[in-house]
């Protein structure tokens, strides 16, 4: 069973500051989702990364796919009060179980103005 | 593009009673789709595979009777709770993707349900 460990589960921060939210597992994906969910609404995809060092960038969002293929990270500059909501990676797994995604346990991130 | 719709958006049933979810790609065929469930401020939980023209693969400790999922076309698949209990309530979210971009999966906007 491939496990994604996400961390922090929370964080609040004031406009203005940077963040990074981390997933780690000892397992390798094929693929690396992140995901923006606000309250009531599926999740929204923001970017997939497949190949190992790969870094991608949508405006103050900087995601990154470890060498390995067994982490990931996104930081956001300058956080702004409309960057609040649920994060969620996902690892897209290969083999039998191809297609189907093993979510971390998601990053509720506050920016208070 | 990659739009996936679902209904309805709320449900409240009561006891008892079955309810029917369905799913839908709106702009692009999947043949295989996913359900998915979610507690209130938790991730999401992958409760079963959705094939089309075959069987629902489902995950270990889904009850396959209870939670019974049809893939009746190539931009359809329903989710139906069967008898369903208060403990069912919860949010129940399906995602699809796009041809051979398997992990690259669109999530609907979710239903919630509510069993009384």
């Known amino acids: 069973t491939q496990l994604l460990e996400q961390s922090p589960q929370f964080l609040s921060i004031q406009e203005g500051e940077n963040l990074t939210v981390y997933c780690n597992s000892s397992?390798?994906?094929?693929?690396l989702q992140w995901y923006r969910q606000e309250p009531g609404e599926g999740p929204v995809l923001l970017v997939t990364?497949?190949?190992?060092?790969e870094v991608k960038k949508l405006k103050r969002l900087t995601f990154q796919f470890g060498d390995a293929r067994k982490d990931s990270s996104l930081h956001i500059t300058a956080a702004q009060p409309g960057d609040t909501g649920l994060y969620l990676c996902?690892?897209?797994?290969?083999?039998?179980?191809?297609?189907?995604?093993?979510f971390g346990q998601g990053t509720i991130l506050t920016v208070h103005p | 593009g990659a739009v996936v719709s679902q209904h309805p958006s709320r449900v409240i049933c009561k006891s008892g009673t079955s309810v029917k979810i369905e799913c839908r790609s709106l702009?692009?065929?999947?043949?295989?789709m996913f359900w998915y469930r979610q507690f209130p401020k938790q991730s999401l939980m992958l409760m079963a595979t959705s094939n089309e023209g075959s069987k629902a693969t489902y995950e270990q400790g889904v009850e396959k009777d209870k939670f019974l999922i049809n893939h009746a076309s190539l931009t359809l698949s329903t989710l139906t709770v069967t008898s369903a209990h208060p403990e069912d309530s919860s949010f129940y979210i399906c995602s699809a993707a796009p041809g051979s971009r398997v992990h690259e999966q669109y999530f609907g906007p979710g239903t919630r349900l509510t069993v009384t």
């Open positions: 996902a690892g897209g797994a290969g083999g039998t179980s191809y297609g189907k995604l093993t």
């Open positions: 702009d692009f065929q999947a043949t295989t």
């Open positions: 990364v497949v190949t190992g060092g």
């Open positions: 397992s390798v994906f094929s693929s």
